[in-house]
């Protein structure tokens, strides 16, 4: 069974500060930590794994991971290299945040093959970026995409954020616009969620901060989608935009609910039915590691119900939708049996449509997402 996995994540916990609105797993002001984390990684992985396994997608994710300063960044990428090679052809993304992203740094992602590079950049505007606590400046974006392309990098993913507090549909504009000005093959946009735990969550409670106003938000998300279809991109994921041939493949992994492994701090991985969380707290995590105990805090196997269910959640979120003769294969029914009134309203009410032997999400469908996809779980 192990031998079909083709994919991993790996989780780098570290990062300059914590962003207001950021709930991932995440420690700061510790690099005290930094080599007792390499080591716990190399003890994770190894335990799991008995030989190196090759795998077609590999993502290292954060936090940040490029904080590592340059020594730690080589020891981690030569982990990675021995035990969890990419295959030919395969996809090494990298999660990068644009402050401190210093050239010895990308120098050290070149020379272990690392061939995609997603970009923490969130807004080309100066005030967006302080009210979403980013150290960097617009200008340091322009500085750190020419420093990647000089090297060669052809894969760039830029993440951006909009409904950030104050934002107008004109500054969210902009910043498509700035976007495109650097002719990255990847965009992501996401709308500002405010998270239980978070500063963002209590600010608003306090009324410090405010969140954006339905109708703007859903003209913004809107102009991201016909912003970028002008520019040529493709949307192929309801938060994910691509040039042809840049679709990040080791999402597609998740949103087929394919098998991956997943090491690290706060890391999920999905093998032979069961879905395992890692403990979040990087110390509980280190704890379990060097114990010799199984960093593990939470299995879930998946049911045929689950599975189908989740099955439909994660293959709505794709622009092209559900392939129905494929669903109906693997998982013993159809969609439609799953839940039926909320189907046949959803078609009604031109949500969502049957195109090519695919179950999808119309245009309007796709601004509520959440609501459609609910009603199957
Ligand atoms: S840089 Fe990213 S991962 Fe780190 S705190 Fe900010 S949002 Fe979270």
Known sequence: ????????????????????????????????????YLDCLETEITSLLSEPHPVETLFIGGGTPNYLPPP??????????????????????????????TSDRMDMLSKFGVNRVSLGIQSFQAEHLKTLERGHDPETVVDVVQRLRSRGFEN?????????????????????????QLDPEHIS????????????????LKQDIKSA??????????????TLAHAGFEQYELSNHARPEFRCRHNQVYWNAEQYFGFGPGAAS???????MRYRSVTGWIKHVQSGESPIAERETLTLDLARREAVMLGLRQIKG?????FE????????????????????GELLEEKQGHLRLTYEGRFLADTVVAEFL
């Open 322 to 326: 559900i392939d129905l003769a494929t």
């Open 213 to 226: 106003d339905e109708e703007l938000e859903r003209s913004m998300y809107a102009a991201a989608m016909q």
């Open 72 to 101: 730690h960044l080589e020891r981690l990428l030569s982990l990675l290299h021995k035990w969890l090679p990419v295959k030919l052809g395969g996809e090494l993304s990298i999660e990068c945040n644009p402050e401190d992203f």
């Open 329 to 348: 294969a693997r998982y013993e029914c159809t969609l439609r049996e799953l839940a039926p009134d909320a189907y046949d309203n959803f078609f009604q």
């Open 156 to 180: 760039i993913s830029f993440d951006l954020i909009f409904a950030v507090p104050e934002q107008t549909l004109e500054d969210w504009e902009t910043t498509l616009e700035r976007a495109l």
């Open 270 to 276: 999905f093998l032979d039915g069961e879905r395992a």
């Open 1 to 36: 069974m192990r031998d079909s996995v083709n994919a991993a994540y790996i989780h780098v916990p570290f990062c300059i500060h914590r962003c207001g609105y950021c709930d991932f797993t995440v420690i700061t002001d510790r690099d005290d930590l930094l080599s007792i």
């Open 189 to 204: 946009t996401y709308g500002l969620t405010f998270e239980k735990g978070t500063s963002f969550w209590t600010r608003r």
